[in-house]
């Protein structure tokens, strides 16, 4: 039941309209089949929201124009992209129900959360296999450095030609190698 919010201007416009045609709040309120009192505190503008379909069908039963609803019943825009994701997603999980041939939507739904935490899995390890290749590199770039440091001057010309052309900081560089050497130690003492 969507409800939308209704204000003094639009109930006022509910009575009057009523009152030309001659209608009684009880005579409304079996239309709508409603209670009386519901009717009655609805043109009491007792409630801040109303359910949509009843003021619709107050619309049609009063012959109000759609135009005196329309900001009242306009979707904000947020509400336009939720209602547009929840179906999107719907209409996924109807594939996903459709493609694996699944009876029920709970086993539909057993199906995306194992590949949910699955995928989550992957990444946590694609993730670590990422760290430890950075780490790797890390340490035998800063190997090589420490290495190319203690050649001759053709090696450090190598070396100054490789800082400046990749824009690498080596103050920066042997700190991280530092980092990792600290790391790797106290991962070996455990």
């Known amino acids: 039941m969507a409800t939308v919010k209704i204000n003094e201007k639009l109930v006022s416009i509910i009575k009057d309209k009523r009152k030309k045609k001659k209608l009684t709040q009880k005579d409304m309120a ?16 007792k409630y801040e929201t109303y359910d949509q379909n009843l003021l619709k069908q107050i619309a049609v039963k009063l012959e109000i124009d759609d135009e005196i609803f329309s900001d009242t019943l306009k979707v904000s825009p947020t509400t336009k992209m939720a209602l547009r994701i929840k179906n999107e997603t719907l ?53 090589t450095v420490k290495d190319l440091e203690k050649e001759n001057i053709s090696n450090k010309k190598f070396l100054d030609f490789i800082l400046e052309t990749y824009e690498i900081d080596e103050e920066q ?4 190698f530092n980092s990792i050497e600290s790391k790797r130690k106290n991962i070996a003492k455990w």
């Not at 560089?173 to 991280?176: C, E, M, R, V």
């Open 173 to 176: 560089a042997k700190k991280d």
């Open 30 to 45: 079996e239309y709508l089949q409603i209670s009386f009192s519901n009717y009655q505190r609805l043109e009491a503008n």
């Open 91 to 143: 209409k996924q999980i109807k594939m996903i129900e459709i493609e694996h041939e699944f009876d029920s939507f709970s086993q539909t739904a057993n199906y995306i959360f194992e590949q949910y935490f699955l995928n989550h899995d992957l990444s946590k390890v694609k993730y670590d296999i990422e760290n430890m290749f950075q780490e790797v590199v890390l340490k035998t770039w800063a190997t």
